[in-house]
């Protein structure tokens, strides 16, 4: 059970960043590899997502350089390494439609932190593209600088200390259910988001 999100019931904001902070589309980076996305682009992209050097690239144990090896291999490409990541970093659409001005609206009141599963090269990029969205963030836990990801509970364990709060007084928002259902085991409150009217309709509980 977590505690029922009322006005005061949060100390600070916990914010995952792909797809509640910033939009992404893995099709857009195999399009841009000219990856033949076939009849199950999911299946393409689950396949990648589960190969190991993926979650040991995201966790810091493997360098760009050897992450683009792989995907060369498993991909077949013929690519450079530069045109990897210029593929790569083409995942991103943008900040998620209306999530700004929550931000802004939050952190008026309460801090903001950031925890999301990323790599090295992504951070280069969107602590460029998006840094008017993320300067509203305190700190951010990114996977491949703290060398632990979601959904392990050791994960979340290590944010509550760095921040400071008890979990239950923190409210974690993400879009994966099993991130969320793994936050809320160690005590977080925690919001599933489908889109930003889930953050805006929790800031209106929470009396932010």
Do not use: C
Request: charged content about 25%; overall charge negative.
């Amino acid at each position: 059970m977590t505690t029922a999100l009322t006005p005061g019931a949060a100390d600070a904001l916990l914010f995952d960043l792909g797809r509640v902070v910033i939009d992404f589309d893995l099709r857009r980076t195999l399009k841009a590899w000219a990856v033949e996305l076939g009849s199950d682009p999911q299946a393409l992209m689950n396949a990648l997502a589960q190969n190991d050097t993926f979650h040991r690239y995201e966790t810091g144990h493997v360098s760009d350089a050897e992450f683009f090896a792989a995907v060369r291999s498993a991909l077949g490409l013929k690519l450079t390494d530069e045109q990897l990541r210029e593929g790569w970093n083409a995942i991103f659409i943008g900040e998620m439609p209306g999530i700004s001005p929550l931000l802004d609206r939050a952190a008026k009141r309460l801090p903001l932190y950031a925890l999301s599963n990323t790599n090295d090269a992504h951070i280069a990029h969107f602590s460029e593209h998006y840094a008017s969205l993320l300067v509203h963030f305190r700190d951010m836990f990114l996977s491949s600088r703290i060398g632990m990801r979601k959904p392990n509970g050791e994960t979340y364990d290590f944010v509550v200390n760095a921040i400071g709060v008890a979990p239950q007084r923190i409210v974690f928002f993400d879009d994966l259910a099993e991130n969320v259902e793994a936050a809320r085991e160690r005590g977080l409150q925690a919001v599933q988001v489908h889109s930003s009217d889930d953050v805006a309709r929790t800031l209106d509980q929470l009396g932010l």
